[in-house]
């Protein structure tokens, strides 16, 4: 066994337990740590056997079938943590959900300005 192939296959067992890691810490909506863990093993198992087995394998397109399992359950961590809710022009992805806009704000004090002027 070459040393390329023993460090490729720790970096899949190493992917595969965090994926396992954190799709337990997440609590992902479909399927289960197993299967997400699975699905890792599976993709970087068939990119290895592919890589050994066809020697004019195009390594870019090993290199995807080694990324399917990992990108997959990316999207699937995604879903889980932030819903199936339609986005919100109005506010950027990393703002959080209890500040108001700063817009808002403003409009909301001219509105509280031009009461007080009119009492």
Do not use: C
């Amino acid at each position: 066994m070459s040393l390329a192939a023993a460090a490729g296959g720790l970096l899949l067992v190493l992917a595969a337990a965090l994926v396992h890691r954190d799709a337990t810490r997440v609590g992902v909506e479909f399927g289960s740590p197993a299967l997400w863990t699975g699905l890792v093993l599976l993709a970087g198992g068939t990119g290895a056997v592919t890589a050994l087995l066809v020697p004019d394998a195009p390594i870019p397109g090993v290199l995807v079938v080694v990324a399917l399992g990992p990108l997959l359950y990316l999207l699937e961590r995604d879903d889980s943590l932030h819903g199936d809710d339609d986005a919100d022009p109005t506010r950027l992805p990393s703002a959080t959900r209890g500040v108001s806009n700063s817009s808002d704000e403003e409009a909301t004090r001219e509105e509280t300005d031009d009461d007080e002027r009119t009492r």
